[in-house]
């Protein structure tokens, strides 16, 4: 592989807290698409859109390969998935080997940006559409991750790094919450704006487009490119999964780093499929309505801010790495709590949605920061597209163990209690990552407090 330099140009303090304050904005300017686009709207509103473009028997036939239209948004998720793990790895190399984070970020951020916008255009039976312009704003809303996250080791001293992360995910939620409470209006009384079900439902979906545009702006316009002397043996851009491949190897000289990334993907699986699945629980175990769902959705979203900001602070006593085993017990808790919940009790779900927002934003935030000591310098977004991916690409067992639970014992609470496991196991292995010397293998400075 060779040997990577990087020459990094000193900025004062003013000039880093301004370029922090600009990347907390994206956060700010993204996460709109995460929460009312991914979370609440689009998979209901592409699968009706499907459903009234299906023959008969209920399959749509996209390129000729029949799907059933109830199938067909949780398969455009996942091929979107594929096209980011293809893309992450090649963008990530290019990035790190030029320098030039800030044009591959403003290309993925409003190719995203467009696409999102675009859905305005999702009516009728253009089913494919919807799912082409997933696909697309998927995909590169995962690219754009990777580069914004590997902008922190560069805008941060090492023992800021929590509370720089902590708070752009206090923004990223912030945000998600006012234009959700915006969207729910919108939605709940589009009779009253003179809007179809559907017209307001599309409008919702273009507006989260043009926040993600327009806010993008600030991080664009404060953040730095950093030049980069980096080269590597054979200097090219391998396809993908080549490129993968040769991030893996390179990751296998440290080998602390990747004991880290092991520990993440597993509790991180967990996290996600509580935020996938909790809904399923709420809705089917528990009996309760589309409405109460959707408020709890926002009461997670609101108080992650809290928990975020919180557990940063938690950090700067306690360190990263025991304050995210803290936040790992703290949901295994909640998960064993959610086992007892009552039917028909809302605020007993609500009570769940709390512990869940409360260890959220925090056990998340405080993963980024804690990886960004561990990546060699000079390898930030190639680094980050294996922990992006890690997030987004690999969160599949979890669904499993949820689907084959219910599938034996026809019980969505075994199914959720099922999850602790993650974070049992997710506990043993972080617990056992020496972090202090995977920072210092990995050539950077190791922070007071870790």
């Known amino acids: 592989m060779g040997t990577d330099t990087v020459r990094t140009e000193p900025v004062d303090e003013a000039g880093r807290r301004r370029e922090q304050r600009g990347w907390y904005f994206y956060d700010w300017a993204c996460s709109v698409y995460s929460t009312s686009v991914l979370t609440v709207f689009l998979g209901p509103y592409l699968t009706s859109v499907a459903s009234s473009a299906a023959d008969p028997d209920g399959f749509v036939h996209p390129l000729g390969v029949p799907v059933r239209a109830g199938s067909f948004f949780a398969y455009t998720v996942s091929l979107s998935v594929i096209v980011a793990v293809l893309v992450m790895p090649l963008v990530g190399a290019a990035a790190d080997r030029t320098g030039r984070k800030k044009p591959l970020l403003a ?22 559409l919807g799912g082409v312009l997933l696909i697309v704003a998927n995909a590169a809303q995962s690219v754009a991750m990777m580069l914004y996250n590997s902008y922190l080791p560069q805008i941060a001293l090492p023992e800021e790094r929590d509370a720089v992360s902590s708070r752009g995910w206090a923004f990223g939620y ?13 939605y709940t009384s589009h009779e009253s704006f003179g809007l179809s079900e559907s017209a307001a439902v599309r409008v919702c979906l273009a507006s989260a487009g043009l926040w993600w545009g327009a806010f993008t702006l600030v991080p664009l316009r404060r953040l730095r490119d950093r030049r980069s002397t980096a080269r590597r043996a054979g200097d090219t851009t391998a396809p993908g999964f080549r490129q ?16 880290f990334l092991l520990a993440y993907l597993v509790y991180n699986d967990g996290i996600q499929t509580v935020i996938s699945q909790a809904s399923v629980y709420g809705s089917e175990e528990l009996g309760l309505g589309q409405s109460t769902l959707i408020a709890a959705v926002l009461l997670v ?3 992650a801010v809290a928990g975020a900001l919180g557990m940063g602070r938690l950090a700067r006593v306690y360190g990263a790495k025991r304050t995210i085993l803290g936040s790992l017990v703290a949901w295994t808790v909640t998960l064993a709590a959610g086992y007892f919940l009552p039917a028909g009790a809302p605020v007993w779900f609500f009570g769940l949605a709390a512990g869940i927002g409360l260890v959220l934003g925090g056990s998340q935030a405080l993963s980024r920061s804690l990886f960004s000591h561990l990546v060699p310098p000079g390898k930030e977004a190639e680094y980050f597209s294996a922990y992006e991916m890690s997030d987004r690409g690999m969160s599949w067992l979890g669904p499993l163990l949820f689907g084959i639970t219910y599938q034996v014992t026809g019980s969505y609470r075994d199914a959720i209690i099922s ?3 993650f974070f049992v196991i997710g506990f043993v292995l972080l617990a056992r990552v020496p ?16």
Do not use: C, K, W
């Open 174 to 186: 912030a945000a998600g919450s006012l234009v959700l409470v915006v969207n729910l209006v919108l």
């Open 435 to 450: 972090v202090r010397r995977a920072i210092s293998d990995a050539g950077n400075q190791v922070p007071e407090t870790i």
């Open 244 to 259: 993968l491949a040769a991030t893996v190897r390179d990751m296998r000289r440290h080998p602390r780093t990747l004991a």
């Open 301 to 303: 979203q609101v108080l």
């Open 107 to 128: 290309a993925a951020a409003y190719t995203g940006a467009a696409a999102t916008t675009a859905m305005f255009f999702l009516d009728g039976d253009r089913y494919l």
């Open 419 to 421: 999850l602790v496991a």
